[in-house]
């Protein structure tokens, strides 16, 4: 079973249970994390030495072990920053278990050499890094693995003098997805409360019940949506896109509409029931 047909499992309950859980917050914590040295060995080791140190010229790219601290460091960042989860919060009933490889964290530096106008030779090191992991998430009541994507970060500034700093490039990069993984699949919904401008035959602002109880916040990003109910199953179609300029309370948030006014507009007059869900 899926990721998101697990999620969809989590949430088949009452219409009642599904509106007070819709955004129900799960927990999240690591099982086993596991480091695997692609292709270690003694002279891999001593040129990983050398480089941080700046005195090796291999354009090779070496694995550099010193840096796995940081990488996990970088994935529970990932892991806490998704809207839907919390991670090692033992209150929460339920959620994920993610077991955690790191398969690769190499640095591949650029050397240039140049001769300067007064004919010295000199040398100049920039550094690139990549980091790769799988999770694979399970569930915490039944140990059923759920999902096992795999992340790769990589430095996106260019190139950098300080090996440390391109090692924190990929690792913004790795949190950054998984953040937007785990989003994806479990993201925040809302209703659409009513209109709060319009102009014309297009909406320009509206209201949802989405605000600073559930995580709600200036420049959330949501798609639109129309909801019905085909063969006992909910169907919805996108009719745009809103982003919450304002949270005004605990359950309420004032946002414009980006996209699909003239069609949002319509939908609400016609008093079908729209529905808004987060977007990265």
């Known amino acids: 079973m899926t990721f998101a047909a697990v999620l969809c499992c989590i949430m088949a309950v009452s219409a009642q249970d599904a509106q007070k859980d819709r955004n129900k917050v799960y927990g999240i914590t690591f099982g086993q994390v596991e480091y695997t040295h692609r292709g270690e060995n003694p002279s891999a080791t001593e040129t990983v030495g050398q480089m941080l140190m700046g005195s090796s010229t291999s354009d ?4 550099a072990p010193k840096y796995e601290g940081d990488v996990k460091n970088a994935i529970v960042k990932g892991l806490s920053s998704a809207y839907r989860y919390r991670f090692n919060d033992a209150s929460k009933e339920s959620g994920l278990i993610a ?15 140049w ?6 030779t000199q040398t100049s090191t920039t550094y690139r890094a990549t980091i790769e992991t799988t999770i694979t998430f399970k ?3 039944t140990g059923a693995v759920v999902a096992n994507p795999t992340f790769k970060g990589q430095a996106m500034g260019g190139m950098y003098a300080d090996p440390a700093a391109a090692i924190g490039d990929a690792n913004d990069r790795i949190a950054t997805d998984i953040t937007y993984w785990l989003n994806k699949n479990l993201p925040l919904q809302a209703n659409i409360l009513e209109d709060a401008t319009a102009k014309n035959d297009k909406q320009k602002e ?6 600073s109880r559930e995580g709600a916040f200036a420049g959330l990003h949501l798609g639109v949506y ?3 109910t085909v063969a006992g199953r909910d169907a919805k179609s996108q009719l ?11 359950d309420i948030s004032r946002c414009k509409v980006l996209g699909g006014g003239k069609e949002m507009k319509a939908a609400l007059d016609a008093g ?3 529905v808004a869900i987060s977007i990265n």
Request: aromatic share 2%; proline share 2%; glycine share 8%.
């Open 226 to 228: 129309t909801l019905k």
């Open 272 to 274: 079908e029931q729209l």
């Open 99 to 113: 077991d955690v490889l790191i398969a690769n964290i190499t640095l591949k530096p650029d050397t240039r050499t």
């Open 115 to 120: 001769d300067d106008k007064d004919g010295n």
């Open 60 to 63: 090779a790219s070496v694995e």
């Open 240 to 250: 745009g896109k809103l982003k919450i300029e304002a949270v005004e309370g605990d």
């Open 206 to 211: 509206v209201y949802i019940d989405l605000g």
């Open 139 to 141: 569930d915490a009541k």
